[in-house]
Structures are given as structure tokens and as C-alpha cells.
């Protein structure tokens, strides 16, 4: 018996709910007391706390798509994109950092305002809760990267983090079972549902289309796989059709344009899907004599920022066996020594600022599914590489017997064989650009960014300064696809001021606000 269609009516509907999708969700929930119907659409499931486990591939298959095992059309780079209520803020470390002045400036959009995106930052962080760790709170993992820095005269800023009542579990990139990170998932969402906003879980949103002046939203729930964790989707399986007054489209840098790539929109845009960077990373691994508290604790609180001068970043974090044993080059008994030694382990993030390249960009398959196309170039491995000789100095600095640089061959350097980290020279002949090699080196995705940028018009972007779709009224994007550059830190504050900005051009919007008004 053939599948029946459903269809109904709402005024706004919101696609995903990570950090745009919720801050909007949020902002847009007033409009349910004026009898106005606001939709969260949200295609990975609502988990409750006893689901969320702490195993590593349980949750990974739970929370992140394709169980965190995304790759690129190349199969060099991976992307670990959360799938779940609340998005990547479900599944990050917490890191809260707001933009750069340098960075907005450069993007150079029209109407985009540093000191309008910082006072907004600066809302959310109150909000959801952002403050700096107490000493005490520290694992000896980012004691000993501080330490590292200050012995080799480096700066090591601290990270301010979103979480209350952190129980130091060390498991924030598998959900937080204490509830203590303050996600949209935690904070957004609940007070958004409290005023009446919909918030629809397992609903893959298919395509839209442009009709008669509203949009029709075409979008399909699915039934959880037998053992899957997560709770079923209060609406019943099938086939929806949405006839909404407004469409934001919140999921993601490659969920966004690879929606509006499959979708009927009544303008052409020649940059979608272009532009998008990730700022590549790579895990440095270092052995030390004695057993740290690594795993314990909260996994990310220090960083060096070297962005403007050399184009990357240094930040402390601690992954789990799985991920770590994947982040590691080669195979066999020096590889399995390592993972043996995980008790004394330190890891330090490589993050790449990977400029925009034309051929870095997000497609669709013929069946409409999302494919990116990531190529490594020059200037993105250099900056691997000079990123990685200064992990491993800091490594080396703090105590550490040996190192494991993927960046390297062979890539586990003695604490004999490095010399002095002190010196500037130390390891220039150890890691070397010349050494990447495309397949070799396990190479993650950090900040998925771009793929439908603002800008003046439909010659160089995909939406304005507010996130409105060039040519198709009452269609918005408010996620890290809006960025025309690499933001160049973690972009969490900064997804959810532009998300801010975005609900703005919705509630200026007569004919979704007229009745709230």
C-alpha cells in the first residue's frame, strides 16, 4: 500500500538545531503567543540522559552522522558532523570564543558589523552560561600544554567554556549525560518548546520549492532502526509536505547548501556550495614517564593563537582510544605501544586556516546527498606542518620521552633526536611539508565553514548580511555556511550572533510577524 502524504501549514520553519537553528528557534518562539506556528525540524534524534553512555563508537553511531565517519570525495579528510538534537553544540568541547575584529572586516559584507556580532556574542554567553574553568578544574593534559608554552615563551590563553555543574567526566565529544554543557539542546530549544515552538526529531527535510509567495517544504520522518538509541519521533512516519510562510535553513556547512542544491529555488546562485573551508587538523601525540590525568576532567581548555602570523592554532584535547588510534600514522607494534601507553598521554590539536580555493566546495550526488570535494594545498600544508613542529616542541618542553607527529617520517620522534625546543630551529628537519602525504595522514575537518556565503549579491554570495537568499524572498540561512572565510576559531558564538541577525530579517518580515505586532 503506497505511503500517504501529510500536509500541513506553519508560518516559520526552522531546518536544524545546533547553534543557528536553536538560537533562531529561541528568538522566533514570541511568535507562538500570537498564534503564529514555528517548526524545528531536526534530522538526528532526541537522546535522554541514561542513552548517552560515554562508549565511543555506541555514541558515534548515536550522535554524528554516519557515525562520525563522513569523508570527503577524495577520502583524505573526515568530517565529524553531530547529528542529533541540538546539533554540534550536543557533541563539542564548549569552547565559546567570539570573532575577531580582523576577521569580519576582512570578510568585507556590507551591513555586517564587528561591534554588532561582539554585543551579541556577548548575550549568548551570559545566556548559556560561558565562563574561564577554575584552576582546580584542570587535568594535568592542559597543565602540561601551559607549562610547555611558558617554557618556550608562548602565550596560553584559556578557553572559556559553557558548562554548569560539570562533572569533569572528560566526555564532551559524546554528549554530556550531566547535563552540564549548555548546547542549544540544553538551553535554547527547552525555552523555545516552552513557548509553544514544535520541535520535530528524525525529519530529514528532502527539498523546497518556491510557491505561489510561500514555500513548500518537502521533508520525511523516519522510524528508528531496531536498538537504536534515541526516542521516536512524536510525529508518525512519512512523507510530509510543508506549505511554510518562511524557511531557515540551519543544518550546517553541508547540510545547508546541499539542500539548497537539490531544492527548486527561483534564483540562480552560481556561488553555492563554493567557498567552504574546515580548518583541517591533526592530533600530536606525546608519551610521557608517568601517568597524567588526561582522560578525566575537561578536555579543552587552553590555546595558542598564531592565526594572523603563521595560520594556525595549537589547542589542548584528548580523544578517546577509537579516535586516537585512528589519528595515529602506521600500523603494528610501535602503533599499538603508543595506544598501550594511553594512561601518559598528552595530545595537542593542529588546526590549518585554510583559505577559500575554488575547488573546495560542497555538491550533491544524483540522489541529491551531499558530497564534498576537498583538495590540500600548499599553503594548508605548510601550516600542518608549522603547526605540528610547534605541538611537538610544546610536547617536548613539558617532559614528554617521545612524540608522534602524523606530519613526519618517520613520525615518532625520541626526546634524544629533537634537541632543544627551545630553539627556533628545533624540528625544522624532522617535519617537513614534503612529508604530508594525502591518505597517509589521518586529517580531521575541525570548523566546517562556508558553502552558502553573505556578500553584496548573487555575483560573489548566496545570502545578504542577514542571511537572505538572494532572489528568494522568505528564504534564510543561518548557520556556519554564511561564513565567506574561515572564521578562524571555534565559530560557535559566532554561528549563533549572525543566527541572531538572521531572526531579525524573519521578524521584520510583515507577513510572518503582522500578528505578533
Not at 525529519?203 to 523516519?222: M, S, T, Y
Not at 590549518?352 to 541529491?368: F, M, Q
Request: glycine fraction near 10%; aromatic fraction near 6%.
Amino acid at each position: 500500500m503506497p505511503e500517504v502524504t501529510r500536509y500541513l501549514t506553519a508560518d516559520v520553519v526552522v531546518v536544524g538545531s545546533g547553534a543557528g537553528g536553536g538560537a533562531v528557534a529561541a528568538r522566533l518562539a514570541p511568535l507562538c503567543a500570537a498564534g503564529r506556528r514555528v517548526l524545528v525540524l531536526e534530522q538526528g534524534a532526541r537522546l535522554t540522559d541514561d542513552e548517552l553512555t560515554g562508549r565511543e563508537v555506541e555514541m558515534a553511531r548515536a550522535l554524528y552522522a554516519q557515525g562520525g565517519g563522513v569523508l570527503t570525495a577524495e577520502r583524505t579528510l573526515s568530517l565529524a558532523m553531530g547529528c542529533t538534537l541540538g546539533g554540534s553544540t550536543a557533541v563539542y568541547t564548549g569552547t565559546s570564543l567570539r570573532p575577531a575584529a580582523r576577521v569580519i572586516e576582512a570578510w568585507g559584507v556590507p551591513g555586517l558589523d564587528h561591534e554588532d556580532l561582539s554585543r551579541r556574542c556577548a548575550s549568548y554567553e551570559a545566556d548559556n552560561s560561558v565562563h574561564l574553568l577554575p584552576p582546580e578544574a584542570l587535568n594535568d593534559n592542559n597543565r602540561l600544554f601551559r607549562a610547555g608554552c611558558e617554557r618556550l615563551g608562548w602565550e596560553a590563553a584559556q578557553f572559556p567554556v559553557n558548562v554548569k555543574g560539570c562533572r569533569g567526566c572528560g566526555l564532551c565529544n559524546l554528549g554530556c549525560a550531566a547535563g552540564a554543557k549548555q548546547g542549544t539542546n540544553r538551553v535554547q530549544l527547552p525555552r523555545a518548546e516552552g513557548a509553544g515552538v514544535e520541535v520535530v526529531t528524525r525529519c530529514e527535510v528532502l527539498d523546497l520549492e518556491a510557491h505561489q509567495g510561500q514555500w513548500l517544504v518537502r521533508a520525511r520522518v523516519r522510524p528508528p532502526a531496531p536498538g537504536a538509541a534515541g526516542v521516536r519521533s512524536h510525529w508518525s512516519a512519512g512523507e510530509y509536505v510543508l506549505r511554510a510562510r518562511a524557511v531557515v535553513v540551519a543544518a550546517g556547512a553541508v547540510g545547508s547548501p546541499a539542500l539548497l542544491l537539490r531544492s527548486r529555488l527561483p534564483a540562480r546562485l552560481p556561488r553555492l556550495g563554493r567557498g567552504f573551508t574546515c580548518q583541517p587538523a591533526v592530533i600530536v601525540v606525546a608519551e610521557h614517564d608517568r601517568p597524567i590525568t588526561n582522560s578525566r576532567g575537561h578536555p579543552k581548555s587552553f590555546y595558542v593563537d598564531r592565526a594572523a602570523e603563521e595560520g594556525f592554532l595549537l589547542e589542548t584535547c584528548m580523544y578517546f582510544p577509537f579516535t586516537t588510534a585512528r589519528s595515529l600514522t602506521g600500523f603494528g607494534p610501535a602503533h599499538e605501544a603508543l595506544l598501550r601507553a594511553f594512561p601518559r598521554l598528552q595530545m595537542i590539536l593542529v588546526l590549518a586556516i585554510d583559505p577559500v580555493d575554488a575547488r573546495n566546495r560542497v555538491t550533491v550526488d544524483r540522489a541529491g546527498r551531499p558530497v564534498v570535494r576537498y583538495r590540500f594545498t600548499p599553503t594548508v600544508v605548510e601550516r600542518l606542518a608549522a603547526g605540528s613542529r610547534a605541538a611537538a616542541r610544546i610536547a617536548f618542553a613539558a617532559g614528554a620521552r617521545r612524540v608522534h607527529v602524523p606530519v613526519a617520517d618517520p613520525p615518532l620522534i625520541e626526546a634524544a633526536d629533537a634537541g632543544d625546543p627551545r630553539a627556533p630551529e628545533a624540528l625544522a628537519g624532522r617535519v617537513r611539508p614534503d612529508m604530508f602525504v594525502e591518505g597517509r595522514v589521518a586529517v580531521s575537518a575541525a570548523h566546517l565553514m562556508g558553502g552558502c556565503a553573505m556578500g553584496r549579491g548573487p555575483g560573489d554570495s548566496v545570502t545578504d548580511a542577514l542571511g537572505r537568499v538572494h532572489g528568494a524572498p522568505g528564504l534564510y540561512v543561518a548557520d556556519a555556511s554564511l561564513f565567506p572565510a574561515a572564521a578562524e576559531i571555534n565559530p560557535y558564538l559566532t554561528i549563533m550572533a549572525l543566527a541572531d541577525r538572521v531572526a531579525d530579517a524573519v521578524l521584520e518580515d510583515t507577513s510572518v510577524a503582522g500578528a505578533a505586532r
